[in-house]
């Protein structure tokens, strides 16, 4: 990635998570991240253009922080909990990117054509889930409810974390804890 092209895409992290996608111009993006407007253009065809590359940066980090963690054990479990871990660690590391994230995941300003091609990023842990599916080591549910059963536990584990409510406590204890409730969760028992 050019560097100019990085500077875009930091500054326009921090002003969507700060300040939310209408609220952000390009021109405060330029601003931010000390190039011309129109040098933005040259990088990005258009804002809609900069938000599917910001979405499609930002599902690539948690990915590499995922897939490094995961590649260090085997077995399903471990492995869910490994990624589980390293999103986790990702999201507490870089709130700032997690919330940005977390707002894209759901938001309709990201193209389908964006979204397909992140997806295709994470065609091994897909295969994993569906073969686990497959076999029954976890519930027969689509694979997208798996994935929105995963994330949105993930998320609140992440909410609980950085809150009040949480000063002082065992944060690794929390995170192992949150999982166990996911696994018992999604693990086929019969």
């Known amino acids: 990635m050019s560097?100019?092209?990085?500077?875009?895409?930091?500054?326009a992290i921090e002003l969507f998570a700060a300040d939310g996608f209408w609220n952000t111009s390009t021109a405060s993006i330029s601003k931010k991240a000390g190039v011309a407007t129109g040098t933005l253009f040259n990088q990005?065809?258009?804002k809609d253009a900069l938000i599917d590359a910001l979405y499609a940066e930002l599902k690539q980090e948690?990915?590499?922080a995922v897939?490094?963690?995961?590649?260090?054990?085997?077995g399903l479990r471990d492995i869910l909990a490994a990624s589980w871990r390293a999103?986790?660690?990702w999201a507490l590391a870089n709130p700032a990117r997690y919330r940005l994230l977390d707002q894209l995941r759901v938001s309709e300003l990201v193209s389908a054509e964006a979204r397909s091609r992140v997806a295709e990023t994470y065609a091994e842990f897909t295969a994993l889930m569906d073969g686990a599916r497959k076999t029954g080591a976890i519930i027969d549910l689509p694979l997208d409810y798996h994935?929105?059963?995963l994330i949105g536990q993930i998320n609140a584990a992440i909410a609980y974390l950085v809150s009040p409510d949480a000063a002082g406590e065992d944060r690794d204890a929390l995170i192992e804890a949150g999982f166990a409730a996911y696994w018992r969760g999604v693990?086929?028992?019969n």
């Open 3 to 11: 560097d100019k092209r990085a500077l875009i895409i930091d500054a």
């Open 44 to 46: 990005f065809d258009s």
């Open 62 to 64: 948690s990915l590499a």
């Open 67 to 74: 897939t490094a963690a995961a590649a260090e054990v085997e």
């Open 87 to 89: 999103y986790i660690g």
């Open 147 to 149: 994935f929105d059963l």
């Open 187 to 189: 693990r086929n028992q």
